[in-house]
């Protein structure tokens, strides 16, 4: 997906949309995308969201199943988001990791732990996902979940800055 500042034309939306509607998962996600945040002349619709990631996650796709579970954490329906996110990481997406680090972290259907949440958001990490590097970064800056460093916290947020 483009920068959030870059606008996309009309032909892109109807080719996504066209995908989406013949099948293709990516064009599933991408069109939920666009309906959950409301961008690029798409008007925001929720519902309109979760049928595309549901849609995509019913065809096996990982992230279809991460964006499911982050939207249904987001209300508050916390057992089918744990479901959710679960089942996103056993395609390995790394969202899916990141969300359940989440839940871990604030306790949003699962015990709160910090331990889990870092180990979580360190194996988004790993895959790359930029705001589980942030975060476990943070979570390095103040020791919760893993022992406290300065330079290895500061060595993650680094890793973020240069990349953005």
């Not at 996902?129 to 943070?138: A, E, K, Q």
């Not at 020791?143 to 953005?164: Q, T």
Request: charged share 20%; aromatic share 8%; proline share 2%.
């Amino acid at each position: 997906m483009p920068k959030s500042d870059q606008r996309m034309d009309k032909g892109t939306i109807e080719y996504l949309d066209y995908c989406a509607h013949i099948g293709d998962a990516t064009g599933k996600v991408a069109m939920g995308h666009l309906y959950h945040s409301g961008t690029h002349g798409v008007p925001c619709d929720r519902r309109a969201a979760a049928h595309w990631f549901r849609s995509a996650a019913h065809q096996g796709d990982g992230m279809g199943h991460a964006n499911l579970g982050m939207m249904q954490l987001r209300e508050r329906r916390f057992r089918s988001a744990i479901r959710s996110l679960r089942r996103a990481t056993k395609f390995r997406e790394a969202s899916g990791y990141a969300g359940l680090a989440f839940a871990s972290l604030y306790g949003a259907g699962l015990p709160q732990s910090d331990e889990r949440a870092a180990k979580s958001f360190a194996l988004a990490a790993k895959m790359g996902h930029l705001d589980s590097i942030y975060n476990l970064g943070v979570l390095t800056l103040t020791g919760k979940g893993v022992p406290a460093s300065r330079a290895d916290g500061f060595r993650l947020l680094s890793v973020v800055l240069h990349v953005r």
